[in-house]
Nanobody, 124 residues
Framework: VQLQAYGGGLVQAGGSLRLSCVASGGTFSSYPMGWFRQAPGKEREFVAAISRSGGSTNYADSVKGRFTISRDNAKNTVYLQMNSLKPEDTAVYYC??????????????????WGQGTQVTVSS
């Protein structure tokens, strides 16, 4: 499975961005999906996850109420809508796909395929 993430950019605090991640080479609807991020000098951290059907979602406390993960299985795409962005949201954002049998996963080691990352920079 190949994952291509895009949609990052530079935005002012309080603004919004929508990230997209397009999958190819596999059966997209069979994979729970997730978004992670990594800021300079920090470890990669969980942001959000979604089940195969989209019926279950999971969020990090730091983004709950501001970010929304969704997916369109017909388009092989998972999205991350980011609202009320803060400077501390600045990071490279990665999408990931899991071969696991559960609904959602929040540990990076549960994911088998990773996209290349897209930079999100939030200015104060």
């Amino acid at each position: 499975v190949q994952l291509q993430a895009y949609g990052g950019g530079l935005v002012q605090a309080g603004g919004s961005l929508r990230l997209s991640c397009v999958a190819s080479g596999g059966t997209f609807s069979s994979y729970p999906m997730g978004w992670f991020r990594q800021a300079p000098g920090k470890e990669r951290e969980f942001v959000a996850a979604i089940s195969r059907s989209g019926g279950s979602t999971n969020y990090a406390d730091s983004v709950k109420g501001r970010f929304t993960i969704s997916r369109d299985n017909a388009k092989n795409t998972v999205y991350l809508q980011m609202n009320s962005l803060k400077p501390e949201d600045t990071a490279v954002y990665y999408c990931a796909a899991s071969r696991g049998y559960g609904y959602t996963y929040y540990k990076s080691y549960d994911y088998n395929y990773w996209g290349q990352g897209t930079q999100v920079t939030v200015s104060s």
